[in-house]
């Protein structure tokens, strides 16, 4: 499965980036899909996470700031990112869990600026 993230950019503080990660493969049903991010010097997180449509969760630090969304339909898993903020630069990585094995995107770059 190849995956391929993007929508990563240079923003001001309080604005907003969506980012998209297109998968080579269906990834529909049950599948579990996250977008991870690594600062600057920093091990790489979990930003959010979604299972099936519904089930979702949010590190704390993003709660109510950022939504992670699916379409199955696009094979495409999306993170729209509100009201950023400087500690949110950095890296962000899509990753997809399929039948126990990981794949990953290539990262895509977010700086937000003060």
């Known amino acids: 499965v190849q995956l391929q993230a993007s929508g990563g950019g240079l923003v001001q503080v309080g604005g907003s980036l969506r980012l998209s990660c297109a998968a080579s493969?269906?990834?529909?049903?049950?599948?579990?899909l996250a977008w991870h991010r690594q600062a600057p010097g920093k091990q790489r997180e979990v930003v959010a996470h979604?299972?099936?449509?519904?089930?979702?969760d949010y590190a704390e630090s993003v709660r109510g700031r950022f939504t992670i969304s699916r379409d199955n339909a696009r094979n495409t898993l999306y993170l729209q990112m509100n009201n950023l903020k400087p500690e949110d630069t950095g890296v962000y990585y899509c990753n997809l869990r399929k039948y126990s094995v990981d794949y990953w995107g290539q990262g895509t770059q977010v700086t937000v600026s003060s």
């Open positions: 493969e269906s990834i529909s049903g049950n599948s579990y």
């Open positions: 979604i299972r099936s449509s519904i089930v979702t």
